[in-house]
């Protein structure tokens, strides 16, 4: 396999690990998603969902879904299962947004993305499947964008170890490179 695709067998492999590790389910998230993903769908059922909202899914998120699963283990709570992520903004492209002041002014934009996974007080990982940024992942989060602030040293006190996780999904918090959906995974799995 590629490196733009991931390897089934390192993703269960890396899964049990995680799971032999936490037994007690300790880790955020743990207790929903319990480092398992949903099974692998049917190219009939991906066929079916690309064609109700006239979209292509990015090539490595969908050969995800056909060879390792659908949903589950994932950041935070873990990945939405693919039937949970349609709605009628997937067929409306993904604008982000340029300022943070334009960013306030709106709530999280939804256009265009697949919200795979809720980190919970309104952020969200997405990836983009209509626009410009097409098979990117992005933070969409409420009131935040590469330009805003830190945030208050309250706030990341009492938040060290989700700025932790979150800078090894996205990369350092000022400097947000664009990652694909397997490289996205790859962090998570290589750095929770």
């Known amino acids: 396999m590629s490196d733009s695709v991931l390897d089934p ?4 492999e890396r ?13 955020f998230g743990a207790r929903k998603h319990r480092y398992r993903l949903g099974p692998p769908l049917r190219e009939a059922q991906i066929q079916a969902f690309e064609q109700q909202y006239a979209l292509q899914l990015p ?8 060879t390792v699963g659908n949903g589950g283990a994932g950041p935070s709570y873990g990945m939405a ?5 349609g709605w009628e903004g997937l067929q409306r492209p993904f604008t982000p947004p340029s300022t943070f002041a334009a960013f306030e002014e709106e709530d999280i934009c939804e256009d ?9 007080c309104e952020q969200y ?14 933070l ?17 006190l009492h938040h060290r170890n989700w700025i932790a996780a979150v800078e090894a999904l996205y990369g ?11 490289q996205w995974y790859r962090a998570w799995l290589e750095h929770v």
């Open 15 to 27: 899964l049990a690990a995680l799971r032999a590790a936490d037994p007690h389910l300790q880790r």
């Open 81 to 85: 299962s693919l039937q949970d992520l």
């Open 140 to 156: 969409l989060a409420e009131g935040w964008t590469p330009e805003t602030p830190r945030w208050t040293d309250l706030w990341l």
């Open 9 to 12: 067998r390192f993703v269960r």
């Open 125 to 138: 990982s997405a990836l983009v499947v209509r626009g410009d940024e097409f098979g990117q992942m992005f």
């Open 172 to 182: 350092e918090y000022e400097r947000l490179p664009r990652r694909t959906f397997s």
């Open 112 to 120: 265009g993305v697949l919200l795979l996974c809720d980190h919970g």
């Open 59 to 66: 090539q490595d998120y969908r050969t995800f879904l056909l």
